[in-house]
């Protein structure tokens, strides 16, 4: 695998792509994420396309970086909403993820994002940091906010998970 740099400054060593099922259920939703951060894996190719990627975690806790830029843009020259709610249901959704126990999965239910601020090319590079709120055993509920270098905050959400048995992953392929 060639590595790939998801914005300036983020390289994912072993580039992007998926990871097998077999490691997948190897580990807890925290260890798998950790050693997503560390490069023992590829980055998901969505943070290539959309140019952010998983910097930190803990236990119900995620961090993103990401960089908004012109392939962004909605037609009024501002970044497109969607490209915010993307980076907020990463964080979202990995924040839960690191609650997962061996052969727990989960998936996203509902979400809702409110945008605060336009973001543009110039708003430069933000962070998203998820949160758990509650861990049930069949739902859990997280909340994120991106902002910008000075704290601004540029979007929050809030997202509603799913939680099942990992077999029922893709059929345990």
Not at 48 to 66: K, P, Q, W, Y
Not at 82 to 103: E, F, N, P, R, Y
Request: with cysteine; hydrophobic share 40%.
């Amino acid at each position: 695998m060639t590595s790939v740099e998801l914005f300036p400054g983020y390289v994912a060593p072993l580039g992007v792509g998926t990871i097998p099922y077999e490691e997948i259920v190897k580990y807890t939703g925290l260890e798998f994420l950790q050693r997503i951060v560390d490069g023992h894996y590829p980055a998901p190719s969505i943070g290539a396309r959309m140019n952010f990627g998983l910097v930190e975690v803990s236990e119900g806790r995620a961090v993103f970086r990401g960089l908004p830029g012109q392939r962004h843009l909605n037609p009024l020259g501002t970044v497109h909403g969607g490209w915010a709610a993307t980076v907020l249901d990463s964080a979202l959704g990995c924040a839960i993820h690191t609650t997962m126990a061996k052969g727990e999965a989960y998936t996203t239910a509902e979400f809702k994002v409110n945008l605060t601020r336009p973001i543009t090319p110039k708003t430069g590079e933000v962070v998203c940091e998820g949160r758990v709120v509650h861990r049930g055993r069949t739902l859990a509920v997280s909340e994120a906010t991106l902002k910008d270098a000075d704290g601004k905050l540029l979007a929050m959400g809030t997202e509603t998970c799913a939680i099942f048995p990992v077999e029922r992953l893709n059929g345990g392929r």
